[in-house]
């Protein structure tokens, strides 16, 4: 039992410390960006770029090409958030950051489909369906909670935590896709589930603290 508690420590401790090490690196990149005077909603905007690019390339079946787009996409994701929280938070930049995060994957997984579409076509039409509902139960419960950007974007969680983050499986999903193209379908579809699963849970909690806690709360 020891051993097995000091081999989990140990992948926990390197796992944290290569995201954290990745992280630095990221903070770095942000402060040679500023020094240019690119900003969050720019480095936003080259993540689009990269997305664009990234079609272009999974048209053409250059999957490694699109797979560095992709990278360089997940990036700037990064990127943007450091810098929003070093600068001013604005309404619009929490609003391009959600919209342009969502619209890369939608771009990626439409690029699969364009390589080939008699074989892709419907498997990445589902994981785009699972994918819109996702942002749609996301974002509608964030507006109805009346969640505050300003408190969410400067949260000082270290990367470290990134299991936890929004679409990291669609973005895995997307990663492993590119590395083994001939499995899009399968991927598509189990990943596609996974976010459907995962939404469905969502909007179970949802109901839970909205209706049935706040029913509790009324009679107390």
Do not use: H
């Not at 974002?139 to 909670?145: E, F, P, Q």
């Not at 990367?159 to 399968?186: K, T």
């Amino acid at each position: 039992m020891k051993r097995k508690n000091i081999l989990r420590k140990f992948k926990s401790i390197s796992v944290c410390s290569a995201l954290n090490y990745f992280y630095d690196i990221s903070e770095k990149t942000v402060d040679w960006l500023a020094q240019y005077s690119i900003k969050a909603n720019a480095i936003t905007l080259g993540g689009l770029f990269f997305a664009v690019l990234g079609v272009n390339f999974l048209a053409m079946e250059y999957y490694f090409s699109a797979l560095v787009c992709l990278l360089l996409n997940r990036w700037c994701d990064v990127l943007d958030g450091i810098s929003a929280r070093r600068q001013e938070i604005t309404a619009f930049g929490a609003f391009f950051d959600i919209a342009a995060d969502y619209l890369s994957l939608g771009l990626f997984i439409f690029g699969f489909a364009l390589a080939a579409p008699a074989d892709n076509a419907v498997a990445g039409s589902f994981m785009l369906l699972a994918l819109c509902f996702s942002a749609a139960v996301l974002l509608g419960l964030a507006i109805v909670s009346g969640q505050n950007y300003r408190k969410l974007n400067r949260s000082k969680l270290k990367i470290c935590l990134w299991g936890s983050i929004q679409n990291f499986d669609v973005s895995l999903a997307l990663v492993l896709m590119c590395l083994v193209p001939a499995w899009f379908m399968p991927l598509a579809l189990f990943f596609g589930l996974i976010s459907l699963v995962k939404s469905l849970l969502l909007v179970s909690s949802a109901y839970y603290n909205l209706v049935i806690a706040a029913r509790r709360t009324k009679r107390k």
